[in-house]
């Protein structure tokens, strides 16, 4: 099976979850109870098994830190637009998360996966790149973007959760502890933990998309499209180049920068009253047009 028959396969898994959706297999709240399966158990076992034993290098540091810089880029050029064109106070802070943080988890895991088959660096890369890269910015710079933009004041504390979340903890374990030997029932529980994130995931994302989302402004969506989808992906190759980055370390940067919306934008977006519906639109139609965008990459990154 080709890449692109594998990243449609994976696509497969997310109209699963809209298919139980729609036809009341599944209800719209099980989402939340996948969602913490994914978050707080199978998660931090893919990340810990994705590092764990796995070579890094200095390389692998890079595609974070470029993410990050190009993340705030974007930032940037999605207040400037959104004060150009008069949105208001609370769309344009959902305009900027919607923008800037992608789902580098939940579909960059996979995607990645399936573009580089059996490559320990590609995956390894991107799950440094999703943790350190996009959610430490997003439960810090998104939750002062979403507050700020909503007038909500938070608790300074509110913006280092993420250094307790399971996911994070597990990735950090996993660069301290990849030396070290671990019992081998405990390593193969958690791949088995480990195998059941990435159709959970899928699965969880379908659940979580609405019809109902469409209706929504469509030019601050198309604001958001852009700049998440083309502007943020071409920034992070541009900027990977600049440092040297090549092969599959700089391949999994840009995937993993070309990713839709997270789901999690919307979440904070909701939380803090930064137009969490209009988010979370722009996360459903921005993932289900990378079913035709993230192909496109991966044919132009070959």
């Known amino acids: 099976m080709n890449v692109l028959s594998t990243v449609a396969a994976i696509f497969v898994l997310l ?23 994914v978050v707080n158990i199978t998660g931090p076992a893919f990340a810990f098994m994705a590092i764990y034993g796995k070579p890094l290098t200095t390389e692998m540091i890079r595609p974070p830190i470029v993410l990050c810089i190009t993340s705030l880029i974007v930032l940037t050029l999605a207040y400037i637009l ?3 064109l008069r949105f208001d106070r609370r769309t344009t802070g959902g305009v900027m998360l919607a923008a800037a943080f992608g789902n580098t988890g939940f579909l960059g895991y996979p995607v990645t996966i399936a573009a580089f088959p ?3 660096e590609a995956l390894s890369t991107a799950v440094i790149t999703d943790q350190f890269g996009m959610a430490l910015p997003l439960y810090s710079v998104g939750v ?23 996911l994070f903890i597990a990735t950090v374990l996993a ?37 109902s989302s469409l209706k929504m402004a469509r030019v601050p969506f ?25 092969g599959v370390v700089r391949d999994v940067g840009v995937i993993e920068a070309a990713m839709p919306s997270a789901i999690m934008t919307s979440v904070i977006a909701s939380r803090y009253g930064a137009n969490g519906a209009f988010v979370s639109g722009a996360t459903f139609l921005m993932t289900l047009g990378s079913i035709l965008t993230i192909p496109a990459i991966l044919s132009i990154l070959g």
């Open 15 to 37: 109209l699963v979850g809209y298919a139980a959706r729609k036809f009341n297999v599944l209800k719209g709240s099980d989402t939340l109870v996948v969602n913490s399966v």
């Open 82 to 84: 959104a004060k150009a």
């Open 118 to 120: 059996g490559q320990g």
């Open 144 to 166: 002062a973007v979403a507050a700020t933009f909503a007038s909500t004041k938070i608790n300074n504390w509110q913006v280092l959760e993420f250094l307790k979340a399971p």
């Open 175 to 211: 660069i301290l502890l990849r030396s070290v030997a671990i019992p081998a029932v405990l390593v193969t529980s958690l791949e088995l933990l480990a195998a059941a994130t990435v159709p959970l995931a899928m699965i969880s994302i379908g659940l979580s998309i609405s019809g």
């Open 222 to 246: 198309m604001v958001a499209a852009i700049l998440k989808m083309v502007v943020l992906p071409v920034l992070a190759y541009v900027g990977l180049i600049l440092v040297g980055t090549q």
